[in-house]
């Protein structure tokens, strides 16, 4: 069966590695964040209307891996429209449609220290936890499968183990 994993969350909260890890465990194609190599998000001019085409790259380089194994990407259209209310206070329209064909999403915690990046813009905890509750709240208002990630390293990644070798089976 081809799954689909998303693992989503604030920044700075281990999503990518977790998500190359975990595609490596189970030897599943890894699928990276298309907004970290776009100019518009890179340049910081991103707007509203940049965040459907950025869910369409996305979408589009998962379906392909999708077509050959189980997959684990490092983003989805919920991480854009958490972006969306978060930076623009709007959801843009088709950003729940695609939620229904992600099998398990593994939402990171913010317990890890925030490192500095490029892109990165909220070195503030509260304001991380918050934003992690609304993603939290998302998900579980929609009846969408997930975990919490949580702790250091290789215990984090773990940690989710056990859901995606369901869907593995």
């Not at 500095?116 to 609304?134: M, S």
Request: glycine letters at 6%.
């Amino acid at each position: 069966m081809n799954s689909l994993v998303c693992v989503t969350g604030v920044e700075s909260t281990g999503k990518t590695a977790s998500a190359q890890a975990i595609a490596g465990f189970f030897g599943w194609a890894f699928v990276p964040e298309a907004a970290r190599t776009d100019a518009a998000v890179r340049e910081f001019r991103a707007g509203p209307d940049d965040l459907v085409r950025l869910a369409d790259l996305q979408r589009d380089a998962t379906s392909a891996s999708l077509a050959r194994t189980g997959t684990v990407s490092d983003a989805c259209p919920l991480v854009l429209e958490v972006w969306a209310r978060v930076a623009f206070g709007c959801c843009p329209a088709d950003s729940r449609a695609d939620q229904q064909r992600v099998d398990l999403f593994l939402l990171c915690a913010p317990d890890l220290p925030w490192e500095p990046d490029p892109l990165r813009v909220l070195p503030d905890a509260n304001r991380r936890w918050e934003i992690h509750r609304l993603f939290e709240s998302l998900l579980r208002e929609r009846g969408l499968p997930y975990v919490v990630l949580q702790g250091f390293g290789e215990e984090r990644w773990r940690s989710a183990l056990p859901a995606v070798r369901l869907l593995s089976e």
